[in-house]
């Protein structure tokens, strides 16, 4: 499966935003997706992950309450929808897929097989 993540841009503390995760070359509906970021100079870190048909979802706790991840397996797409944005969720954010048979969501990076390539999002104060 290849991924393509969107929707990064240039935005206020306080805007929201909305990154797509979409997928090419087989069905989505069998894949666990998460979201991560890595900022400059800093270690990648996960954002948020959902189970692959979407009944399970983890949040970290820097963006709980703030961020939602969704996905529409009709559409091939998982969403990450982030409220509130403040100046340290400035990161390229990554979407990364793994295939499963089960409702497992999974938070740690080598869990994942299959990385999109990153969209930039940019908070200013």
């Known amino acids: 499966v290849q991924l393509q993540a969107s929707g990064g841009g240039f935005v206020q503390a306080g805007d929201s935003l909305r990154l797509s995760c979409a997928a090419s070359g087989e069905p989505f509906g069998g894949y666990a997706v998460g979201w991560f970021r890595q900022a400059p100079g800093k270690e990648r870190e996960y954002v948020a992950a959902i189970s692959r048909v979407g009944t399970i979802t983890r949040y970290a706790g820097s963006v709980k309450g703030r961020f939602t991840i969704s996905r529409d397996n009709a559409k091939n797409t998982v969403y990450l929808h982030m409220n509130t944005l403040i100046p340290e969720d400035t990161a390229v954010y990554y979407c990364?897929?793994?295939?499963?048979?089960?409702?497992?969501?999974?938070?740690?990076?080598?869990?994942?097989?299959?990385w999109g390539q990153g969209t930039q999002v940019t908070v200013s104060s």
């Open positions: 990364a897929a793994r295939y499963t048979v089960t409702g497992a969501y999974y938070t740690t990076g080598g869990d994942y097989v299959y």
